[in-house]
């Protein structure tokens, strides 16, 4: 079970570093001694869990890709009875998603009923800087790690409106924190507005959002939404402990 523990805690502080990291990275992370993260770490290569790169470091292998994807469906089957509740009350586009790596990934959506809806393909992953939920998960993170991550991505401008300077982003993230909530206003598409909450409490870092076409998700609507989607995000997170917990 230590050895267990010690994987999990080395695999971590891999992708905490960004998905690589050398040797000694990992024993000043973890605090273990150079022979004992070097037995777990080849045996985590021997397993595909972890490569070794041709710098001699070491980086998140491919057979973690297949246990994402099954977690990431297994997550949208439980997250959709509470994403259908929000577009039953709301009427808009309701999505789930999740940090991956130092993008947002959307894991789960239940579309809106209307003709003219937002639609983002499951699985796609987008920049956070420009979007709902890429803002509502980096506002879990402490502000120096908010930063780095926009900053290894780059905060290019999606629209006239997306926010592209670091000082005004952290400015947002304490908004957020302030709120609760996090507004798309047209900063990744033109035309469409979005609301998303930090599933605060989760398993792991996750945002709940509703989103539309301005012409419906006006500013009444976002405040009438924002506590809506703030109870289902609640709701959900309550719910993922507990099967958690069963499990």
Known sequence: M??????????????????EASLSQLADASGLPLPTIHRIIRTLVGNGYVRQLPSRRYALGPRLIGLGDKAARMLGTWARPHLAQLVE?????????????????????????????????????VLPHSSG??????SQLGDDEALATVRRTGMPAATNRTITDTERF?????????????????????????????????????????????ARVSWDFVNRAAPIVQRCAATLAGDLNNQNQRD
Request: charged share 20%; aromatic share 4%.
């Open 89 to 125: 009350e709301l009427g808009e586009t309701a999505n789930l998603a999740m940090l991956d790596g130092d993008k947002a990934i959307y894991v789960a959506q239940v579309p809106s009923p209307h003709a003219m809806r937002m639609f983002t393909e499951v699985g796609r992953r």
């Open 170 to 214: 952290l400015a947002e993230l304490h908004t957020i924190r302030h709120n609760g909530y996090a507004i798309d206003d047209g900063e990744q598409e033109i035309g469409v507005r979005c609301v998303a909450v930090p599933v605060t409490g989760a398993p792991s870092g996750m945002a709940v959002s509703i989103s539309g076409p301005e």
């Open 133 to 138: 939920v890429g803002k509502a998960l980096l």
């Open 2 to 19: 230590q050895s267990l523990d010690r994987a999990f805690a080395l695999l971590e502080i891999m992708a905490d570093a960004g998905g």
